[in-house]
């Protein structure tokens, strides 16, 4: 941990290393998994590290099954979060014509997390529309939360427990993007990065 975050985790709940060899795996099965190239989705901004790491192997990947894919890379904004809360209100930022880009394409969408499952769900509902000939969902992170809406990606990294989490690209008022582990902020790390 960073000196500058010392007191604003107060534990690692995912390690950096057990993040790579996660991510390894699952670009392993995702290679396996596709026909045809695909168009990578980047949600950002907390989709950055999780879609750095898994474009980086997948491009180096020679699976089993000597399957191997063409990538092109998309990225879209998405924002729902206020402290540690989901507004209920998403913002996706995409415009008509990149939507026109997505018919007939095999798109792999990237997310750090799936909380309540409301920032997912409203995605996909807009990314429908364009006829894209099939969508996957990868995210690193699904919460166990009486608040989900029930929504499962098609690859999950790791189940956690139900607190608020940081580091690899997760955010507090866009703090902690910078921290290599998973983290669970602290009250002390709350105080100090909340917004009024
Ligand atoms: C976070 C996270 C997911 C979403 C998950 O994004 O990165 O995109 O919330 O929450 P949900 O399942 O309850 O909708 P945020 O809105 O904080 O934007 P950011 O990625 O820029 O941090
Ligand atoms: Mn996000
Ligand atoms: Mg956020």
């Given at each position: 941990i960073p000196t500058h975050y010392e007191k604003d985790v107060?534990?690692?709940?995912?390690?950096h290393g057990v993040i790579m060899d996660r991510v390894n795996k699952l670009a392993r099965l995702i290679v396996d998994e596709s026909n045809g190239p695909l168009v990578v989705c980047c949600i950002l901004k907390g989709g950055h590290q999780y879609f750095a790491d898994l474009v980086n192997v997948i491009k180096k990947l020679t699976t089993k099954s000597g399957n191997s894919v063409p990538l092109s890379l998309e990225f879209i904004r998405v924002k729902s979060y206020h402290n540690d809360q989901s507004t209920g209100e998403v913002k996706v930022s995409l415009t008509e014509d990149e939507c026109k880009e997505f018919k007939g394409k095999n798109l792999l969408i990237v997310e750090d997390i799936i909380d309540t499952g409301a920032t997912m769900v409203k995605l996909l509902e807009k990314l429908r529309q364009y006829e894209p000939s099939s969508i996957k969902v990868t995210s690193l992170l699904i919460k166990k939360t009486d608040?989900?809406?029930?929504y499962i990606p098609d690859y999950v990294g790791f189940a956690i427990p139900d607190a608020f989490v940081v580091g690899y690209a997760l955010d507090y008022n866009e703090y902690?993007?910078?921290?290599d582990h998973i983290c669970v902020i602290s009250e002390h790390g709350k105080e100090r990065y909340a917004n009024p």
């Open positions: 107060s534990s690692i709940l995912i390690p608040r989900s809406n029930g902690f993007r910078d921290l």
